[in-house]
């Protein structure tokens, strides 16, 4: 039995470093006194550090990716030092990181007790982060072998492509971290119906972390809606809805941690002793992701 919190983070305007690490320190230090041993934040979490930047830079959609560059190692740091401290697995969320080849690219790393585990990038992009913002798809999956279990991170849109899910899942990934970002509803439920169907077809758990709130000084992050949550299959043992825990409100007026326990051989159970085998029959009917036509 592990114990995971998934945050649904609110977009707060942090002016200074020294506010931002206070505020990282004390939610983290929140979860982890609750029990948790996996933290996860969403996506676009480490797009709060605009925050410290001069007003006109921060309120220019491209100019303010590009203003926080210079703070992120410092902000890598940070996020290893609590892992470290709290002795805890933490995703802090994701961010747009300039790359050697002048692309930005939305990448989200895993910390450990340890220090870092490796980051994994978004594979599918928005119409809004390719038109408007210019971020990049990354390329690959990367599978984190971690004490917990092994975990895979799909970011936000990527939970709507079920063979994404489905390589993790092959790989022997057993959770999914599901950082997500989405200023409507519609976008939310999206990615909600998403993850859930990932978790059913797979016989997996997926854990959802989105943003809160409205922050009319980002031009990324003004408007976010959606709820926390953990999903597993519907199956004998499991929740009948296959939600095992959900966030009440829609969108709280500050930052809150849905915590909740998950076992996961109790996971792995359904896929041999379940009602329905989704994750063996996929391979029956599919070659390489296509129905095979008679």
Avoid at 121 to 145: H, N
Avoid at 211 to 234: C, F, M
Wanted: charged letters at 20%; hydrophobic letters at 45%.
């Amino acid at each position: 039995m592990i114990k995971l919190a998934a945050c649904q983070y609110h977009i707060d305007l942090l002016t200074s470093w020294d506010a931002y690490a206070e505020h990282l320190t004390t939610l983290c230090e929140e979860a982890a006194g609750q029990g948790a041993e996996l933290l996860l934040l969403p996506e676009y979490a480490g797009l709060v550090l605009t925050g410290q930047l001069p007003e006109a830079e921060r309120s220019d959609l491209h100019g303010s990716i590009a203003g926080i560059q210079p703070l992120l190692p410092r902000w890598l740091e940070l996020c290893e030092s609590l892992a470290r401290l709290l002795k805890v697995h933490l995703q802090p969320g994701s961010v747009a990181m300039l790359d050697d080849d002048g692309v930005y690219r939305n990448r989200a790393w895993l910390f450990g007790p340890e220090g870092c585990l490796g980051s994994q990038d978004k594979l599918m992009m928005t119409r809004f982060e390719l038109e408007q913002w210019r971020i990049a798809a990354g390329s690959g999956l990367k599978v984190f072998d971690t004490p917990l279990g092994k975990l895979g991170i799909l970011i936000c849109y990527d939970n709507e492509f079920p063979l994404l899910a489905r390589t993790l899942a092959e790989a022997g990934v057993d959770l999914i971290l599901a950082p997500s970002c989405t200023d409507t509803e519609a976008g939310f439920h999206r990615v909600r119906i998403g993850a859930q169907a990932r978790a059913l077809e797979n016989q997996i758990a997926v854990l959802q972390s989105p943003t809160v709130g409205l922050a009319p000084w980002s031009p990324a992050l003004d408007e976010n809606i959606g709820r926390a949550a953990l999903y597993v299959p519907s199956d004998y043992g499991m929740p009948a809805n296959g939600v095992i825990a959900e966030s009440a409100q829609l969108c709280p007026t500050r930052s809150h941690w849905l915590i909740a326990e998950l076992d996961l051989a109790e996971v792995r159970r359904v896929r041999e002793q379940g009602q329905v085998f989704t994750r063996r029959d996929w391979p029956r009917q599919f070659e390489g992701g296509r129905l095979v036509l008679r």
